[in-house]
């Protein structure tokens, strides 16, 4: 399909009206609250329907990642803010470098905090995000937009696909432009939005949820996770710090005071404090293991 052939506007179910929301301007705010959630309610099964083509996508992205290759999401509007805030936890939870899982938004940076609602029908800024980010073939490029046509979005995705990159078309509409660029299509079908053609409610839900799983299952399938703690944090304030003691003191059997010496002794390297500290295991050992600290503790 190409932009030519794109459903109209008009005819995107996510800016369909729903007549069950016909009178939410009438409502209580208990009401309100009820009618809202019930809505909500319904995005995990939408997300549950498309599992095998979110699971396909997140195989393909893994095998790029752990050959050195990054993740790189692109979006615009509210589905720009969803890909860069999933981007910027990856470092702190999973202790990967600012430049292994990126956020790109139309309009730039500012557009964050301000909305630059015009950037996302420029699609030869989307062109140029891709050719700045020198887009290859180790990379792998997640396409966020809940019309499936957004041209920001379309062109960079399309780029990124004859860059070499590995492709995903995340949108929440059927038989979308966006998936006709993208090695992996995953379309989320929400239904109508409780305000009409609102898609940072349920599509926006969704696309939170489907970037959740991108992202923590690939950095578990990579590795950065023990069982499921998350050995690779970095603990740069008080909570991430006692959360690091109490890591280190349930995998290597200490206390909580001999968890918090070990991990001053280690510069606050949750994996070598547990190998090093702790158990008197060579940090080499956790080298040779790519990182994993669970096979650097079973190898022989």
């Known amino acids: ?126 062109v140029a995000a891709m050719i700045d980010a020198s887009v290859g073939a180790a990379d792998a490029v997640v396409g966020i937009a809940s019309s499936g046509r957004t041209p920001y979005v379309v062109a960079a995705l399309r780029t990124a696909r004859d860059r070499g990159a590995l492709t995903v078309g995340l949108s929440c509409n059927t038989n979308a432009v966006l998936s006709s660029v993208a090695d992996h299509p995953i379309e989320v079908l929400v239904g109508p939005e409780v305000v009409a053609g609102s898609t940072r409610l349920k599509a926006g839900t969704a696309q939170k949820l489907v970037l959740n799983m991108i992202s923590t299952i690939t950095m578990v ?49 949750v994996p070598v404090a547990v190998l090093v500290a702790q158990l008197g295991i060579s940090p080499a050992r956790l080298h040779a293991a790519g990182g994993r600290l669970k096979q650097a503790l079973e190898a022989p």
Do not use: W
């Open 1 to 126: 399909m190409t932009e030519a052939d794109a459903v109209p506007v008009i005819d995107l179910v996510t800016e369909g009206h729903d007549p069950r929301f016909d009178t939410i301007d009438e409502m209580s705010t208990t009401e309100l609250a009820a009618v809202m959630n019930d809505a909500d309610a319904s995005v995990p099964l939408a997300v549950r329907s498309a599992l095998p083509a979110i699971v396909a996508a997140i195989d393909g992205i893994i095998d790029r990642m752990g050959g050195g290759g990054r993740l790189i999401y692109v979006g615009a509007g509210t589905s720009g803010r969803i890909g860069v805030l999933d981007a910027s936890e990856c470092p702190p939870t999973f202790g990967t470098r600012p430049d292994q899982v990126v956020g790109i938004i139309a309009g730039g940076p500012d557009a964050i905090v301000t909305p630059a609602e015009g950037a996302e029908d420029d699609a030869d800024a989307g």
């Open 221 to 269: 399938r990579l590795g950065k996770t023990y069982g499921n703690l998350m050995v690779d944090l970095r603990p740069t304030n008080a909570k991430l710090r006692e959360r690091a003691a109490g890591i280190v003191a349930e995998i290597a059997g200490a206390g909580r005071d001999e968890a918090r010496a070990a991990l001053d002794q280690t510069g606050f390297h």
